[in-house]
Structures are given as structure tokens and as C-alpha cells.
T-cell receptor
Framework: GENVEQHPSTLSVQEGDSAVIKCTYSDSASNYFPWYKQELGKRPQLIIDIRSNVGEKKDQRIAVTLNKTAKHFSLHITETQPEDSAVYFCAARRRSNDYKLSFGAGTTVTVRA | DTAVSQTPKYLVTQMGNDKSIKCEQNLGHDTMYWYKQDSKKFLKIMFSYNNKELIINETVPNRFSPKSPDKAHLNLHINSLELGDSAVYFC????????????FGPGTRLTVT
């Protein structure tokens, strides 16, 4: 099955700096890569996703890049703000009968004011 | 306007008891999931139903039994609760097909004493 590894497990950045989280996946058939943000005590919520036919996607201060050859994808947050503090999860899914999402272990991001 | 709802939000119970968690979605989705999030924040899929049919059944103890009375509901019954069952349980739903977002419910925090 799919195995998604995520690094780093914790990340502390100064407000205004950039944050980068990296994930690798094992199944070359995976074609959908979402990123979820989970604030303390809340549900995970989708913040951005990318499909395998695209190399990069941007939405305001967040961007995701995908390298299919190397089987890794990254989340970039620019101009970080205190409200960006949360746990971020990457995930991968392949087209199959169950469309199962395999999650990374999460990255706890702390933005220091 | 609740999309995915769960009841109860908190559940405190003693070892050996049997308990149920309910999930309902009003999004018209046909696929629903149960995830377990342990104290280390790892999101682990437990079950998935598509149109009331079980399509994912990870290696979960058979004390856990999901039931889907219709497409909009997926309940989780747990028998003989153990200390290790303490976690946050998230329900999620989506439209089947490869390019659709998965929405999470607010979570049920289960504490077994």
C-alpha cells in the first residue's frame, strides 16, 4: 500500500518568514495530493491540493509543488502569520476502487510573533 | 448548514463498556469514512463505506463495527472498550471519484478510564 512520509515533524518560524513542509510517497500510481490544516481541537480542513498532471499550484500565501519522478511534494507558506500555527498533514491517493487517502504523520507549525 | 456532524462530541466511559458514535452528512456524498487520531496526531483510516457497502476495512480489532443504514449516515459501535481506544475519532465524507475533496466531521473525543 501507499506510504507517505512527512518532514519535519515540528517547525518553528518567525512571523513573516516562510515555512516549507516536505512529503514523499511510495506508490507511483498516486495521482492526488491534498494538504490539510488542523487547528488545535478542530477538524482537519483542506487548504490546497494538487493533481499529478500539474507541477505547481498556488493560492495566495500557500503553494504546493509536485515532483512525480522523485515522488515528493511540498507545501510552502510565505509571509507566515500567527493564525498559520497548526498541524499540517500531507496525503496521497491513487485511483482505485477505494480512493483511500494515506496521510503523513503531520507537522506541527508554530509561528512566533 | 452543518456539513458533516458527529455525536457525541465527548465520550468518557469505563473499560469494558460498549459505546456508539454517530455520523451524519448532508452533502449528498456517497462515500463515508472513520478515522482514528491518537495522541501523536496520526490520522489512521479505519473503515470506508460507499453507498452503504464496506470498501475499506483496515486492520482494526473486530470490537469495532461500523454500520451504514443509508448513504448519509455511518455509525461506529465499539464493544468491550479498552484504554488504548482513547483517541479522537473523525468521520469524513466525499463524492466517489478521484478528484473530490474529503470533508471531516468535528471529531468525537473518546476517553476510556
Amino acid at each position: 500500500g501507499e506510504n507517505v512520509e512527512q518532514h519535519p515533524s515540528t517547525l518553528s518560524v518567525q512571523e513573516g518568514d516562510s515555512a516549507v513542509i516536505k512529503c514523499t510517497y511510495s506508490d507511483s500510481a498516486s495521482n492526488y495530493f491534498p494538504w490539510y490544516k488542523q487547528e488545535l481541537g478542530k477538524r482537519p480542513q483542506l487548504i490546497i491540493d494538487i493533481r499529478s498532471n500539474v507541477g505547481e499550484k498556488k493560492d495566495q500565501r500557500i503553494a504546493v509543488t509536485l515532483n512525480k519522478t522523485a515522488k515528493h511534494f511540498s507545501l510552502h507558506i510565505t509571509e507566515t502569520q500567527p493564525e498559520d500555527s497548526a498541524v499540517y498533514f500531507c496525503a496521497a491517493r491513487r485511483r482505485s476502487n477505494d480512493y483511500k487517502l494515506s496521510f503523513g504523520a503531520g507537522t506541527t507549525v508554530t509561528v512566533r510573533a | 448548514d452543518t456539513a458533516v456532524s458527529q455525536t457525541p462530541k465527548y465520550l468518557v466511559t469505563q473499560m469494558g463498556n460498549d459505546k456508539s458514535i454517530k455520523c451524519e452528512q448532508n452533502l449528498g456524498h456517497d462515500t463515508m469514512y472513520w478515522y482514528k487520531q491518537d495522541s501523536k496526531k496520526f490520522l489512521k483510516i479505519m473503515f470506508s463505506y460507499n453507498n452503504k457497502e464496506l470498501i475499506i476495512n483496515e486492520t482494526v480489532p473486530n470490537r469495532f463495527s461500523p454500520k451504514s443504514p443509508d448513504k448519509a449516515h455511518l455509525n461506529l459501535h465499539i464493544n468491550s472498550l479498552e484504554l488504548g481506544d482513547s483517541a479522537v475519532y473523525f468521520c469524513a465524507s466525499r463524492v466517489s471519484g478521484s478528484n473530490y475533496e474529503q470533508y471531516f466531521g468535528p471529531g468525537t473525543r473518546l476517553t476510556v478510564t
